[in-house]
């Protein structure tokens, strides 16, 4: 069970008393799977659109459900100390991957990435 402040769910506009009960701080696989192929999905505590994830949180009143569509769950994870943040690290971090794993096998590749955000499109030669 991941331990949240209420204060930072109420940052993303969640009621941490609104959330629904979970059976208890650690849920068996059975009961994720069963909350999470239930139809319809359970609602997002951000947006209301279909929670595609789900965990158990303790915001300092019992286990509940944090259900969340992918954009807030996105949002809402913090980021891995050390490792990349904005855009610019992440396909740096990718080029270089791409490029060991290039040289490892004696290739050559050239590398495109497409993003969402505006048609970017970022491309080296590997």
């Known amino acids: 069970m991941e331990r949240m402040r209420a204060e930072e769910l109420r940052q993303h506009g969640i009621d941490p008393a609104a959330l629904p009960l979970a059976p208890g701080p650690e849920p068996t696989r059975q009961e994720f799977r069963t909350r999470l192929n239930t139809l319809p999905l359970a609602p997002c505590a951000v947006c209301g659109e ?75 030669a590997g």
């Open 50 to 124: 279909p929670g595609i994830t789900t965990k158990v949180i303790n915001a300092g009143d019992g286990p509940r459900w944090l259900h969340l569509c992918w954009p807030h769950a996105r949002e809402m994870r913090p980021p891995h100390p050390g490792g990349p943040t904005t855009v610019e690290e992440i396909l740096g971090l990718l080029r270089e991957v791409a490029k060991e794993a290039a040289a490892e096998m004696g290739l050559s590749v050239p590398l495109s990435i497409w993003t969402d955000e505006e048609c970017w499109h970022d491309e080296h």
